[in-house]
């Protein structure tokens, strides 16, 4: 056999890609059929999102695509959550903050207050930035626990 056809039969088998896929979904699959806002799985929400990025393109288009297929049926913290960050970097689907707001602030709504620190990142360094919007934001993400939104209001004063 030749070098080529060896790379071509390693190109056509995918198997890491397909292992890691599948190892996604599960790991999503367990993380939407959660009922309540947990602060031990922003970490493993964060670690998902990750592996999501490390993908190649089909896979991550894949996975966005189920989500938006699932996401009515499971936990709808989450499954936004998720679709807001993939939308706001831009990971399976072209950069949307537009977008990645609309699916945060389902999240947000629901009380994820990670959520609604990441609605006022996008109002504070993104194109269309608005600083009374994000001091909002902040400010309801410092309120409802969010460690990392807390003391911004002194840092990030509306001029």
Not at 115 to 143: H, P, V
């Amino acid at each position: 056999m030749s070098h080529v056809s060896k790379l071509i039969g390693r190109f056509e088998k995918k198997e890491d890609v397909t292992e890691n896929y599948s190892k996604i979904i599960s790991k999503l699959d367990d993380l939407f059929k959660s009922k309540e806002i947990d602060s031990n799985l922003n970490i493993e929400v964060n670690e998902i999102i990750e592996e999501i990025s490390e993908l190649d393109m089909v896979s991550r288009v894949k996975i966005y695509d189920w989500i938006i297929c699932y996401r009515t049926w499971y936990n709808k913290i989450y499954t936004n959550f998720i679709l807001g960050t993939m939308n706001m970097k831009g990971i399976g689907v072209k950069k949307n903050n537009t977008q990645a707001i609309y699916y945060f602030t389902v999240a947000a709504e629901n009380g994820y207050a990670h959520a609604m620190y990441n609605i006022g990142c996008i109002y504070a360094f993104g194109e269309d930035q608005n600083r009374s919007e994000a001091l909002k934001w902040f400010t309801k993400a410092a309120e409802g626990g969010f460690e990392p939104a807390k003391g911004l209001s002194e840092i990030f004063p509306v001029n």
